[in-house]
């Protein structure tokens, strides 16, 4: 016998018909926390203390839960504090919208200390339960091909939609995927094409989650992507899974690990679409350790490789925009900032002239210039701080945390010279704006 149901109190009252998103993927991520625990709201109700119709209306959207009642969720469904931070966005969003305020016109800057409504980490979590209940499936070909459509679509905005912008959309395409896969009827030519879609979506989950500072999160969905790509003989996804591995392991500073998960990549996952931005990874991490031999050996091998092919679904294109772009700053991490210069102002040009586009490669161009001017005897802090503060303006609204790392290391020059205009100027705008900040959990 469980001891009386608590009344829970102070709950925001949102108006029949009023708009409140954040309480919308609160009571999607709820109902889909309780599915993978295989529970309902009976049974909630005699772990939580909370009435069932209470934790009901939470469910369906119906009602802010209390902040008590969303703890006892989280501990419940062990949601690790995202019930509740979703909870507290439901509030703030209710709040501004009673004001007369419509937060979905907020747009960026993303503060990494207040977190969207959109919760990447609670993603994740669900990832890895559905991961350890995986099963065969079966949709028909209708289904399929919506999936895939949606895949592409999420291909074509990833270089241009703010990332935090996309991820919800994403989040509800493998949410499509993987429910297929966990209760279709397991036919193999639409198993395949449903893995396959399965691990874009979580390949795309975990870069997206790393660009917006969650390594945890990125870790979790890639090796999920992982298990779906050793099911196919889909030899993009297999690189594309490769790429995030080795970019996680070069931005956690484990440059060794970094280098050679390049180059086991490029051997088991060879193929023209990803073999040149594979090889710039290879070198970028050799360039870090210091090897000059083996970086130049990386950057030539990925400038012969260079294509124009089509987009497609995983790893962005590679042009030669991005390749050069990619030389020189990798020739900056070995000392080559002269030589780098005009192979940087080259690659700029075309990304400033629409021959190239992507804003996060922009940003990673505008920084090779950037540090083509400091690695040098004679640095030429002026120019070098006026490109890093353009980046500044770009992760205002389109935080990337590969942009914002590089930052952090070039803006290590300027610290000599203080009363530099410019670097002034980069100081108090990349001091004042909210920064992104990778964390470092471990999966």
Do not use: C
């Amino acid at each position: 016998m469980h001891p009386p149901a608590k009344a829970s109190t102070g709950r925001p009252k949102v108006q029949a018909g009023q708009r409140n998103d954040a309480l919308a993927n609160l009571a999607d991520l709820l109902r889909t926390l309780r599915d993978q625990h295989r529970t309902n709201n009976s049974r909630l109700e005699a772990r939580t203390g909370f009435k069932r119709q209470q934790i009901s209306r939470a469910v369906n959207g119906q009602e802010i839960p209390s902040a008590d009642l969303a703890d006892a969720l989280d501990t419940a469904l062990a949601a690790a504090g995202a019930i509740r931070r979703l909870r507290d966005e439901a509030v703030r969003e209710k709040r501004a919208r009673d004001l007369g305020l419509d937060p979905s016109r907020q747009e960026e800057p993303v503060d990494a200390n207040r977190r969207q409504a959109f919760e990447l980490a609670a993603a994740s979590l669900v990832a890895a339960q559905m991961y350890r209940e995986w099963t065969s499936s079966a949709p028909d070909v209708l289904t399929l091909d919506e999936i895939d459509d949606a895949i592409n679509a999420h291909t074509v905005a990833f270089t241009v939609e703010p990332h935090q912008r996309l991820a919800p959309k994403v989040w509800k395409t493998w949410k499509s995927a993987h429910h297929h896969l966990m209760n279709g009827s397991g036919r193999a030519r639409p198993q395949t094409r449903l893995t396959v879609a399965a691990g874009y979506a979580s390949y795309m989950l975990s870069r997206l989650s790393f660009n917006l500072g969650d390594t945890l999160a990125s870790r979790r969905f890639i090796r999920l992507a992982e298990d779906h790509a050793s099911q196919t003989d889909d030899v993009v996804l297999t690189a594309s899974v490769g790429e995030m591995v080795t970019t996680l392991a070069f931005y956690g500073r484990r440059y060794q690990e970094a280098a050679v998960s390049a180059r086991k990549t490029a051997v088991v996952a060879d193929n023209p679409y990803t073999r040149a931005r594979i090889a710039s990874y290879e070198a970028r991490a050799l360039g870090a350790l210091g090897d000059v031999e083996g970086t130049r050996a990386a950057l030539n091998r990925m400038r012969t490789s260079v294509t124009d092919l089509p987009l497609q679904p995983g790893i962005s294109p590679f042009g030669p925009a991005a390749a050069e772009m990619m030389y020189a700053g990798v020739l900056t991490r070995i000392g080559g900032g002269v030589e780098a210069e005009p192979i940087a102002r080259a690659a700029l040009a075309a990304y400033e002239g629409g021959q190239a586009g992507g804003f996060e490669d922009y940003g990673h161009a505008l920084l090779a210039l950037a540090a083509s001017l400091t690695a040098r005897e004679q640095p030429e802090i002026d120019e070098a701080a006026t490109m890093a503060g353009k980046v500044v303006d770009m992760l205002d609204t389109r935080p990337t945390a590969s942009v914002s790392d590089r930052v952090a290391e070039i803006a290590i020059a300027f610290t000599g010279h203080p009363t530099v205009e410019p670097v002034r100027d980069f100081w108090d705008r990349w001091q004042a704006r909210p920064r992104l900040e990778l964390t470092t959990g471990q999966a």
